[in-house]
Each structure stands twice: as structure tokens, then as C-alpha cells.
């Protein structure tokens, strides 16, 4: 049984950096994919970022640059570190998990994930 607890997240003014993150039990390592999505009001969920158990990572093109995912191994958690915040990022974060899959695919067809957190408020202010 695959079970994802987040932590972190709040309020931040813009520019500023907040992060995420989820304890990751029941996956097996071998195969695997993992990622952060979200979900704006009256919005669709929209995948922020993904990485697979062949360590490709992925990016929307709206984070890159500004956000990183992680994965600890030895304690089990995945990570999203979210500098230079910006009002549009404002949303309710989650961390998903598959037992298969490419990063890539993922990050833009969300919907597939499997396992899901409980999500966790974003909001930043100007």
C-alpha cells in the first residue's frame, strides 16, 4: 500500500521560497514515478514537476528554473523547493505517486498519477 504525508507549505509574499514536502512509504524503488501537481481555484490540476526511478526529472515551463524536485532515498521523502514565488503559483500543492512511468509523461498527464497526499495550501501575496 503506497501512502504520501505532506508537510510544509503557508503564506509567503512574492519572492520569496517556501518548501514542500511528503513522506513516501509502500513504493518500490525499482520502478517508479513521483511528482508535485497543482491545483488552482476553478482550475485543472496541472503537474509542477516529476522525476522517475531512471532520474529524469521534468518541469512546467511556468517553474522551471524557479522550483526543484528531490528525492531522499534514504529517508524516504520527496522534496519541492520553490524560490522566487509569484502569485499565479498560488494553489493547492500534491504529491502524487505511480508505480511506473516516465517523468515526462506525467508532468503532463497528471490525471494518471495513482496515489495521491492529502494536498497542501500555497498562497503567496504580493
Known amino acids: 500500500q503506497v501512502q504520501l504525508v505532506q508537510s510544509g507549505g503557508g503564506s509567503v509574499q512574492a519572492g520569496g521560497s517556501l518548501t514542500l514536502s511528503c513522506a513516501v512509504s509502500g513504493l518500490d524503488y525499482h520502478d517508479y514515478v513521483l511528482g508535485w501537481i497543482r491545483q488552482a481555484p476553478g482550475k485543472e490540476r496541472e503537474g509542477v514537476a516529476t522525476?522517475?526511478?531512471?532520474?529524469?526529472?521534468s518541469y512546467a515551463d511556468s517553474v522551471r528554473g524557479r522550483f526543484t524536485i528531490s528525492q531522499d532515498k534514504i529517508k524516504n521523502t520527496l522534496s519541492l523547493q520553490m524560490n522566487s514565488l509569484k502569485q499565479e503559483d498560488t494553489a493547492v500543492y500534491f504529491c502524487a505517486a505511480r508505480k511506473s512511468g516516465g517523468a515526462w509523461y506525467f508532468l503532463k498527464k497528471p490525471k494518471d498519477f495513482d496515489y495521491w497526499g492529502q494536498g497542501t495550501q500555497v498562497t503567496v501575496s504580493s
Open positions: 522525476t522517475d526511478s531512471g532520474g529524469f526529472s
